[in-house]
């Protein structure tokens, strides 16, 4: 019989991320989000591709970005609300992990494994700033999704995307619970 590690499931069965719009500062400092990055990065990859990279956002980088998603979402044509969305994420954001895809030319290992990697990252990252007792949020949106704000804002290559943004600060209220997905009717049970 295995021996459970029960503080580990008890905060997997519990974790909730927290709305970026409730995370304020303090936000973890260097010293404060190494392990959490370190943790982050012990993510399944097959092939031991590295498929990902991090580009942490601190304060002033998160500035300019609010001004590039204020610029980029007029010159799309995006609507008022879409562009303030885009701009809060980063005007309101304590500090910020960039979770990048990086597509690399492999044989073996087909993209869509590498894209499956990426996103373990961000769990990871996610689950790791909730375990270490901060708030954090998975977000993405049109500024992880348009070509040009994360080239002119994040300096990407053709060959990287940004697999999430996840925002990381003090949690300033608990957020409600919410509904769960009914687990019998999402999982079937095949014995033969």
């Not at 799309?76 to 879409?82: H, I, R, V, Y």
């Not at 990697?117 to 998975?138: E, F, P, Q, R, T």
Request: net charge negative.
């Amino acid at each position: 019989m295995p021996t459970p590690n029960t503080a580990a499931l008890e905060f997997l069965l519990t974790r909730r991320s927290r709305p970026a719009k409730t995370l304020g500062q303090p936000a973890p400092d260097r010293a404060a989000l190494l392990p959490i990055l370190t943790a982050a990065v012990r993510t399944p990859d097959h092939g031991k591709l590295e498929p990902w990279r991090l580009i942490v956002l601190e304060r002033a980088a998160l500035v300019r970005l609010a001004d590039l998603a204020t610029r980029k979402g007029a010159d799309l044509g995006l609507d008022g609300e879409q562009i303030e969305k885009g701009r809060k994420q980063f005007s309101d954001s304590p500090l910020c992990v960039a979770v990048i895809e990086v597509q690399r030319d492999s044989p073996k290992i087909p993209e869509i494994e590498q894209t499956y990697s990426a996103g373990a990252v961000c769990l990871a990252l996610l689950n790791a700033a909730l375990a270490a007792g901060w708030g954090a949020n998975w977000l993405s949106g049109w500024v992880a999704h348009d070509r040009g704000f994360v080239t002119d804002g994040l300096g990407l290559a053709d060959n990287e995307r940004v697999a999430g943004y996840i925002h990381l600060g003090t949690e300033t209220s608990a957020p409600p619970e919410r509904p769960r997905p009914d687990l019998d009717a999402i999982t079937t049970w095949v014995s033969e």
